[in-house]
């Protein structure tokens, strides 16, 4: 495995961890009414590759399941992630 290749795969596992985590503080925040983390930040950590880790702590910690623009946009941001990976190793970039 080629060096870019483990930056790639360490940087996408510490935000999938970072995505579940944030999932996990908003989710206890919203239980003890204390100022929660902005939808916009949970998209966020999605988007910059931590969509695994969103999408499995949204239903980990079974947080934001009833808000139809997290069930869909959090998988559709996985699925954007794995086309972009696709599109880059054909191209040869990865």
């Given at each position: 495995?080629e060096?870019?290749h483990?930056?790639?795969l360490?940087?996408?596992v510490?935000?999938?961890?970072?995505?579940?985590?944030?999932?996990?503080?908003?989710?206890?925040?919203?239980?003890?009414?204390?100022?929660?983390?902005?939808?916009?930040?949970?998209?966020?950590?999605?988007?910059?590759g931590?969509?695994?880790?969103?999408?499995?702590?949204?239903?980990?910690?079974?947080?934001?399941?009833?808000?139809?623009?997290?069930?869909?946009?959090?998988?559709?941001?996985?699925?954007?992630?794995?086309?972009?990976?696709?599109?880059?190793?054909?191209?040869?970039?990865?």
């Open positions: 495995m060096l870019k483990i930056i790639i360490a940087y996408l510490i935000m999938n961890i970072v995505g579940v985590a944030v999932m996990g503080i908003d989710k206890s925040k919203a239980k003890r009414g204390a100022w929660r983390i902005k939808e916009a930040t949970l998209f966020l950590v999605s988007l910059i931590g969509s695994i880790g969103t999408w499995a702590g949204m239903y980990i910690f079974r947080h934001k399941t009833k808000h139809i623009y997290f069930v869909i946009g959090m998988p559709l941001i996985l699925i954007l992630h794995i086309a972009l990976a696709v599109f880059l190793f054909n191209k040869g970039i990865l």
